[in-house]
């Protein structure tokens, strides 16, 4: 019998077009090579939201920011990476923070080019690459929704990819609404992705000593989860119903903390008193059902069952976070890939193959009409 | 066949002492009465850690904190809710923020007054009632570590219960090391609930037209969730290996995210560089096991599982959050005892009665010695 296909729809890969973008920057989001070893390296985090990247305070012997590997923005990397790791497809994204930093003027045409850069990308190999666009939310509305309807015709767009923090505000923005509406009619989803994580202040005085640990395990997830948690408080899955959001890192926190958000909005007093308590109010866990999909990216069986059970095993979609979660020897395996089949070849009974494939591919391949 | 105990660990009660104290406050923590109703509201948040409570932004038709129902004071109405609930023990605590504002001087001799009162009112029950003691984290190490000693004379104490603040900088706070050290050689637990939640700027500008949901639904395990992590990441479990910690709402996020943590963990630079990632480390996997205990307080059968698979069946004890959560209608019944404990029932096939009654009683019992 042939071999499922194996979908990875968390994956990153920088076009050439925006590596140049940042290297011409002078704030964050840069690169640019720092001392002693003048590597390249990437920052994309202001200084108040990373526990050390990009500030003084970093250790002199770990590098300011992620070391601009190849796997960064080598479309062959990223074919070598899916040939070892045996994945037939990836639907690549840019990584944070996307467009979201460009002015308002130029931000259409680059989202252009850089979109169109990384069609071109993907075309060089047939059937393997499709991608998630990039939006230029800093631009005016109909740059925004133009650059939507142009993406439905580029061939090898799937969707696009978008920070929590939308024009600035969040997702529980208004102003956001006519894209989500463009967005549903288009059947483009998007690939929701945490953006800077939680203001600093939380992880604490000692939090630099354990390097980026917690602002990447948990301020990234958390973040994700309140993105959400506004969204659907928001009343966005009723005011736009054919809204759909594949949510990074298995949803945050989304599935674990599902029962006790309801819990807490069935007995808040404000909503009560709003009248927005009504029976036939949508739940978060009918958006769960009908709006939102999880990646598998959870590092662990327990999670993804947790996350298969509470969106369904036809909702979540197998993902690397590649080119993160680098190799920890001096080989080519990523760990993030290897842990996460795993979790999802132990989330299901060995004869559930069924299950298994459309989490590593199926469901991907049908939701994104690979 | 005799039905087994059900011991409720996540209940609070507020002593009259303790009531009284929070009545004379003019700051936050304090106890007022509030018009229109002049009702006596307990505002235990600073306004910076609240959507709404507390502060002038809070809708006219809410009060601006909690309304201090009986429940909260009366012992005899915490025998009733357990009598309706069928909950056979209680292990009481004191709600947030406990007495770390209390003035270092004072602060020794009200934790003895609230915790002697506390222990009477227990003995006013023989047998369904315990409960964690409060410290007096404000004053100096040696009072603190008297009122330990002391507490494990007193009949009905069972532990302590404190909040993620620690003395105001987190719990990995090397300066709480002679408290846990103090804490293990008396085989006290921690019962660690969360206080205030994480800073209101996260939950947006349109934080307070969704009430109290995000701060209480997110807030309140997300900063367990950080401070639990921020402990793992000081290397508490190896210093005080004896450690013992019962955490509240099922250790908020923490068992969902507890492969993304280790694998942060795995991948970090500066641990690496710091010689912090040897084979031998203890990880979150070891101390989950070995340390830390989960209440079931997670309002849903797929989360409790969660918790139950990441720490062990034997690690895992119902709770309700009473007196929070308050009936729906007119009735008695709290959703909090009836959806915890469904969600116990449903996460077991049905004859697996024995895991059962471990989560809802046993283990509680086993490991506080009730």
Known sequence: MARSLVVDVH?????????????????IPYIRPFPPSNQLCLCNRPPQNSSAQGSANGSSKVPPGRIL?????????????????????????????????MPPDTAGDVAIKINDETNELC???????????????????????????????VSQARGIVMGTGGFGEGLDDPKLIPVYKALAESS???????????????????????GQVLPLSLGFPMETTIAMTRLFLSGVFDTVPDLQIIVAHSGGCLPFLAGRIEACIEHDKRLEA????????????????????????????????????????????????????????????????TVNRDAAKEAFPEDDTESYDLVMGGNAVRVLHL
């Open 11 to 27: 994956t990153h890969l920088y076009p050439p077009a925006y590596i140049e973008l940042l290297k011409e920057r002078k704030d």
């Open 188 to 210: 483009m989803p998007i690939f929701l992705h945490p953006n800077y994580g939680l203001p600093s202040s939380v992880w604490g005085s000692r939090g630099s000593d354990y």
């Open 123 to 153: 075309k060089l190999y047939p059937g393997r690459l499709f991608f998630f666009g990039a939006l230029p939310l800093s631009a005016p509305e109909s740059i925004i929704l133009a650059e939507i309807s142009r993406l439905k015709t």
């Open 69 to 101: 590997y190849r796997h960064y923005y080598e479309v062959d990397e990223k074919i070598a990476f899916m040939d070892h790791h045996q994945i037939d497809v990836s639907v690549i994204s840019l990584g944070n923070p996307w467009l979201d930093f």
């Open 274 to 337: 709003d009248g927005k308590l009504t029976s036939d109010r949508k739940t978060l866990w009918d958006a769960v059902r009908n709006n939102i999909y999880l990646d598998g990216v959870i590092f662990d069986k327990t999670g993804l069952k947790t996350a298969i059970e509470v969106a369904g095993v036809d909702r979540v979609m197998f993902g690397t976070d590649h080119p993160f979660f680098a190799p920890l020897d001096e080989g080519k395996t990523f760990p993030a890939m």
